[in-house]
């Protein structure tokens, strides 16, 4: 099994490559906004930061999407 997905990741091409990199990061920025969201008090950044984590969540949604219409 572990040698189908390695076979698998070595045939993508550099475009899907570049969007598993780029879902990689919005899965980091979902996580950072997260825990800056957490741990903030000012009602400001709390907007800001809800507004990141939209954001980062519908960027991550959107790439996923694109790179799954990719694999059909």
């Known amino acids: 099994m572990?040698?189908?997905?390695?076979r698998k990741h070595?045939?993508?091409t550099e475009e899907e490559r570049t969007l598993r990199k780029e879902i990689e990061r919005s899965k980091?920025?979902?996580d950072?906004?997260?825990?800056h969201?957490?741990?903030v008090?000012?009602?400001?950044?709390?907007?800001?930061y809800i507004?990141?984590?939209?954001a980062a969540q519908?960027?991550?949604?959107?790439l996923l999407r694109r790179f799954k219409s990719r694999e059909v």
């Open 2 to 6: 572990k040698n189908l997905l390695i």
């Open 10 to 12: 070595f045939s993508l």
């Open 28 to 30: 980091t920025a979902i």
């Open 32 to 35: 950072a906004a997260r825990n």
């Open 37 to 39: 969201f957490e741990q």
């Open 41 to 48: 008090v000012d009602p400001t950044l709390i907007d800001c």
């Open 51 to 54: 507004y990141e984590l939209n």
């Open 58 to 62: 519908l960027r991550y949604q959107f």
